[in-house]
């Protein structure tokens, strides 16, 4: 769980299709504008705004494997409508385990984003649904620090109280986020898992050496972990490595402009 920066503006695509007097603006009317080329773009700039990462999930994002999340459901009586194409609305998740082109007997296997038969595999994308945004949390209003979860050994996210107490946001409504999108699947377990086993057996690599530079190391070490490539992608599963690396990550990410947002 981290904060992301949502979009600014439409994108390009996005206001030809609202400047475009001779359609209807729905959500599906815009899927086809210009042969699905505006959503691509739109589905890219997205992207790119979230760093590579699911918004939910944190996994990272590739083709056939993503979804744009209306935060308000298009299906909410009130504002659906109204939202389905407002660029202040629009987010891109994962699949989160639902999608068959990766299942066992596809050309692209792949059991971190799909399990056939597990229905409590499901997370993001897929166990959200139509659900009111009124009962998940909108990663673009999350405090950017203190994060809000802990990541423990296993994978699983834990509620960080004293965290949530600092900025005012009730760990209840931390703990039902977590809940509602299966964020604690076992399948995200263990790839958190494997993020922080990965961690541990690259620090340990120079946790012998003299303390100074043990410290110089760590920085080094959180700072390729935690910052955005050159092209502007971040590591998957951001918060497992934050969480891993504690108040080294907090003095690395505080650091101006906050490239990571």
């Known amino acids: 769980m981290k904060r992301i920066a949502g979009l600014?503006?439409?994108?390009?695509?996005?206001?030809?299709?609202?400047?475009?007097q001779n359609i209807s603006k729905t959500w599906d009317e815009f899927g086809s504008f210009e042969a699905g080329i505006a959503k691509r773009e739109l589905t890219a700039e997205l992207t790119a705004r979230q760093h590579g990462l699911c918004a939910y999930c944190e996994i990272d994002l590739v083709p056939n494997d993503t979804s744009v999340e209306h935060f308000v459901p298009q299906s909410d009586p009130v504002r659906g409508a109204t939202l389905a194409c407002d660029h202040r609305n629009l987010m891109v998740v994962c699949r989160g385990g639902s999608n068959p082109l990766f299942?066992?007997?596809s050309l692209r296997p792949d059991p971190a984003r799909f399990l056939p038969s597990a229905q409590n595999s499901r997370s993001c994308d897929a166990?959200?649904?139509n659900r009111s945004a009124t009962e998940f949390l909108d990663p673009r209003a999350l405090p950017a620090q203190p994060p809000l979860v802990q990541v423990n050994d296993d994978?699983?996210?834990e509620?960080?109280?004293?965290?949530?107490g600092q900025?005012?946001?009730?760990e209840t409504a931390v703990a039902d986020h977590i809940r509602r999108l299966g964020l604690n699947v076992g399948r995200l377990r263990n790839l958190r898992a494997a993020v922080r086993?990965?961690?541990?057996?690259?620090?340990?690599e120079f946790a012998a050496l003299p303390p100074q530079q043990t410290d110089e190391?760590?920085?080094a070490m959180a700072e390729s972990r935690l910052l955005p490539d050159p092209v502007g992608i971040l590591a998957p599963f951001f918060t497992t490595t934050r969480s891993f690396f504690g108040p080294v990550a907090e003095t690395t990410l505080s650091r101006p402009p906050q490239a990571w947002i």
């Open 8 to 20: 600014h503006a439409p994108s390009a695509g996005l206001a030809r299709f609202h400047s475009d």
């Open 103 to 105: 299942g066992p007997d």
């Open 127 to 129: 166990a959200k649904g």
């Open 155 to 157: 994978g699983r996210l």
């Open 159 to 164: 509620v960080d109280v004293t965290a949530c």
């Open 167 to 170: 900025v005012g946001v009730p």
């Open 197 to 204: 086993a990965e961690l541990t057996k690259a620090f340990l």
């Open 217 to 219: 190391h760590l920085i």
